[in-house]
C-alpha cells in the first residue's frame, strides 16, 4: 500500500501566531528578532511575507533587515507562545492518527495517515477537512501537501507557500521533482549545491540522472542521500509525538557568540550535568540526547547519539554529549548558544543493581556523582561541576 | 418508449483513486494509486474527477493522468473548492489557473461540474456570483448542481437553458432544504445524474465515510431509472450518470449494475 503521508505547514509561524494574539500586526509588515534591537548581535527570527519578499531572511542581522524593510514593525521572540501553539496543532490533528511529527516550534507537522481510509475517508479529505479545522479554531491557515513521502510533501509544501495545497500522486514522485531546482530539495546544503553547479547540474532531475557510483567520488558517504532524494525515494517514518514527558531540555547562552570548541564542549559537559541530575530527581534514564547548536546566523545544527538501556551516569551521558558535539561541529559560523535535549526517557528499574555487576571505576563515579548531587542540593545547580565544564563564562 | 428514442448514458463512479476499493475487492489485491484509472478504465467509460475540488488543476498532473487512460477514456471534473465553497475576492485569478489548468484534457472533457454548497442559497449576491462564475467559464462545457432548495425555480431552469448549462439530477436523502431529485433537462446536448446514496443519517455528519456510506439496492436503482432517467434520455443527446457512494466500493458495484440494467 502507498504511504499518504500530510504536511502541515504554517508558513511564517512565530508571525502567525502573534498576529493571532495582537490583530494591529497584520496590518504591516512584521519582524520577530532575537537579541537587542539595535545591537549588532539582534538577528531574524521570523518575518512576515511582505518583509520576505522585500528581501528580509532568518537569521539575517537586524540592523541590515530593518534596511531592506523600513516600513516593518519589530518585536521579541516570545518561544513559549510559539511553543504552546505548536501543542495546540498537535492536539488538533492527534485524533486522525497516532502517527504525528512535530518540528521545534516551526509550524510544521507530518502526518501519515496511511491505512485510515475506512475511518476518515481518502487523504485530500482529511488534510482539507483539517486545514479548515485549524483555521477555524486556531485562527492558523496552514499550507496543505500529500505525497507518498515526507520528503516530497515537503518539497510540494514549498511548491505553494504561503497559501495552496498539492497532491503528489503516488509513483509521481520522479517526474514531480525532475524540473525543480536544486534548492528545492531538502537537506542539501550551500556547499553540495555549489559542487552540482561546478558540474552544471542545476535541476533535480539533471541530479537524478547520476549513478551512485558517480555520486560517491565527490560526494562520499552523502551520495547515497543525494541518489535517493533525487529520485524522490524517502523511507523515512513519520515519527511520533512524544509522550509528554517522555523529553527535556537545558541551554546555555554565551555571553558573546564563540567559535572555540573548548568552550563549548566546556558548555556541553556542564549541561550534562544539569540533565543527569534531573534524570536522578525523576528516577529515570535517558536513552538518546541530543545536541542543538544555534549559530550566530540563526541557523541550527544538530546531531544525536542513542544508548541502548540508557543511563543516568554523568560521565556516561558527557560522552554521548562528546560525542554529538564532534558530529556537529564544522560550520565556520559562531555558536550562540547551544541546547541540550534528553529524550526516550525510561523509568530506573529498582532490580537492575541485582543482576548489573559494576566495576569499581563505576562505583567511583556513582559515589562522585551522588556527592556533586548533595553539593548542588545545598548551594544550588552549577555550584560544582565536572573538571572540563569549568572553562564556562558564565 | 422503445430503445431508439432513448439516448446513450455514460456510467461511472465520483472519484476512481481510492485504496479501500482495494480492500474491497474493486481492484485486485497489490494495486497501486497509479495502476488505478487504467484497471478501472476497463469497467467504466468515465470518470468524474473529485480531486480537482481539493486542489487547483494543474496542468502538468492532469497531462499526466490522461496518459495512463485509453485515448476514448473520458472525464467529467470538479470545479475547485476556491470557486465554490472557499471563494474570496480574486476568484477571478482562480478561474484563470483552473481553466490553464484543465486545458490538457480538453479533448476528454465531457462537462466541469459546477457544485455548489448546502449554504449557497438563491440570494441576490449568489445570483450575481453564479452568472459572473458561468460567464467566466464560457466556452467550457458545464453543469450546476444546486444543493439549496430555493433554486427550484423556472427562471433559474430558463436561464441555464439559455446558456447551455447543465442542471444535474442528484439522488440523494430527503433532508429538509436540500435541492430535490429532478428530471429537468436544460441542456440538450448532455444531462448528468449523481447518485449520493440515501444515508440521511451520514448526511449530517461530517464525516465523508458515513455521509457517503450507501449501497443502492437493484430494485431502487430500477425504479429511478424508469422514473427518472427515462425522461431525462428523452430530452437529451447523451446523458452522463456517476456514483458517489464510494465507501467499501459501493459505486462501483451500483454502477456496474446499472450499466448492465442500461443494456437489457
Redesign the interface.
Known amino acids: 500500500?502507498?504511504r499518504?503521508i500530510i504536511h502541515l505547514n504554517v508558513t511564517d509561524f512565530a508571525v502567525a501566531v502573534e498576529r493571532i494574539g495582537d490583530s494591529s500586526l497584520r496590518h504591516s509588515p512584521l519582524i520577530v528578532a532575537s537579541g537587542i534591537a539595535g545591537k549588532s548581535r539582534a538577528v531574524v527570527y521570523d518575518m512576515s511575507e511582505e518583509a520576505y519578499q522585500d528581501g528580509v531572511r532568518k537569521g539575517m542581522s537586524l540592523q541590515q533587515a530593518n534596511r531592506y524593510c523600513r516600513a516593518a514593525r519589530i518585536i521579541p521572540p516570545r518561544p513559549d507562545r510559539y511553543r504552546r501553539a505548536m501543542a495546540a496543532l498537535v492536539k488538533g490533528v492527534i485524533h486522525y492518527t497516532p502517527l504525528v511529527e512535530k518540528g521545534e516550534e516551526d509550524g510544521h507537522l507530518f502526518l501519515d495517515v496511511t491505512?485510515t481510509?475506512?475511518?476518515?475517508?481518502?487523504a485530500?479529505?482529511i488534510?482539507?477537512?483539517l486545514r479548515k479545522q485549524l483555521a477555524a479554531d486556531l485562527g492558523l491557515d496552514p499550507v496543505w501537501s500529500i505525497a507518498s513521502s515526507k520528503l516530497v510533501a515537503k518539497v510540494a509544501s514549498r511548491m505553494v507557500r504561503p497559501f495552496?495545497?498539492?497532491?503528489v500522486?503516488?509513483?509521481?514522485e520522479h517526474?514531480f521533482l525532475a524540473p525543480l531546482p536544486l534548492s528545492m530539495l531538502p537537506g542539501l546544503t550551500a556547499e553540495e549545491i555549489k559542487i552540482l553547479q561546478d558540474f552544471n547540474l542545476h535541476r533535480i532531475g539533471q541530479l537524478a540522472e547520476l549513478s551512485r557510483r558517480q555520486l560517491l567520488v565527490p560526494f562520499r558517504k552523502r551520495g547515497s542521500y543525494l541518489y535517493e532524494a533525487s529520485r524522490g525515494r524517502d523511507h523515512t517514518a513519520v515519527r511520533p509525538v512524544p509522550e509528554k514527558g517522555d523529553s527535556f531540555s537545558v541551554e546555555h547562552i554565551f555571553e558573546e557568540d564563540t567559535a572555540s570548541y573548548t568552550e563549548v564542549e566546556a558548555a556541553v559537559a556542564m549541561l550534562v550535568h544539569g540533565v543527569g541530575r534531573s534524570l536522578r530527581r525523576r528516577n529515570m534514564l535517558g536513552r538518546r540526547l541530543k545536541l542543538v547548536l544555534v549559530h550566530a546566523d540563526g541557523k541550527k545544527s544538530q546531531r544525536q547519539v542513542g544508548r541502548k538501556g540508557g543511563s543516568d551516569n554523568d560521565f556516561v551521558l558527557r560522552n554521548m554529549a562528546f560525542g554529538a558535539l564532534g558530529q556537529v561541529w564544522g560550520r565556520r559560523v559562531r555558536v550562540r548558544s547551544c541546547v541540550l535535549i534528553c529524550e526516550h526517557l525510561l523509568p530506573r528499574s529498582p532490580q537492575q543493581a541485582l543482576f548489573v555487576l559494576k566495576s569499581l571505576r563505576e562505583e567511583q563515579q556513582e559515589k562522585i556523582i551522588t556527592a556533586m548531587d548533595q553539593i548542588c542540593s545545598r548551594f544550588g545547580d552549577g555550584s560544582i561541576v565536572l573538571g572540563n565544564a569549568c572553562e564556562v563564562r558564565v | 418508449m422503445t430503445s431508439e428514442t432513448l439516448c446513450p448514458v455514460l456510467v461511472g463512479t465520483s472519484g476512481y483513486s481510492y485504496t479501500e476499493w482495494v480492500d474491497s475487492g474493486f481492484y485486485p489485491q497489490g494495486t497501486r494509486t497509479p495502476e488505478m484509472l487504467n484497471i478501472y478504465a476497463r469497467s467504466f467509460p468515465i470518470v468524474e474527477l473529485n480531486y480537482t475540488w481539493y486542489q487547483m488543476v494543474r496542468a502538468e498532473a492532469i497531462s499526466r493522468m490522461i496518459s495512463k487512460a485509453p485515448e476514448e477514456f473520458l472525464f467529467a471534473a470538479k470545479l475547485t473548492r476556491t470557486l465554490t465553497h472557499e471563494r474570496d475576492r480574486n476568484w477571478q485569478q482562480e478561474v484563470k489557473k483552473y481553466r490553464e489548468g484543465i486545458r490538457p484534457l480538453q479533448r476528454q472533457l465531457t462537462v466541469i461540474l459546477i457544485q455548489l454548497p448546502s449554504s449557497f442559497d438563491w440570494s441576490r449576491n449568489n445570483r450575481y456570483y453564479l452568472a459572473h462564475l458561468l460567464d467566466s467559464l464560457h466556452g467550457f462545457p458545464l453543469a450546476v448542481e444546486f444543493r439549496h432548495v430555493s433554486w427550484v425555480r423556472d427562471s433559474v431552469f430558463a436561464e441555464l437553458e439559455k446558456r447551455h448549462v447543465t442542471l444535474v439530477t442528484v439522488d440523494a436523502p430527503p433532508v429538509r432544504g436540500l435541492f430535490p431529485c429532478l428530471d429537468v433537462v436544460t441542456n440538450p446536448d448532455l444531462f448528468f445524474v449523481r447518485f449520493h446514496g440515501r444515508n440521511k443519517q451520514g448526511w449530517q455528519s461530517e464525516n465523508i465515510q458515513k455521509k457517503f456510506d450507501y449501497c443502492y439496492t437493484d430494485e431502487e436503482l430500477q425504479q429511478w431509472n424508469e422514473q427518472y432517467l427515462n425522461p431525462l434520455r428523452r430530452n437529451a443527446d447523451r446523458g452522463v450518470v456517476f456514483f458517489n457512494n464510494h465507501v467499501r466500493a459501493q459505486a462501483p458495484a451500483n454502477g456496474k449494475f446499472f450499466q448492465e440494467m442500461l443494456l437489457q
Open positions: 500500500m502507498d499518504a491505512g481510509h475506512r475511518l476518515f475517508g481518502p485530500p479529505d488534510a482539507w477537512r495552496g495545497e498539492y497532491i500522486g503516488a509513483g509521481e517526474v
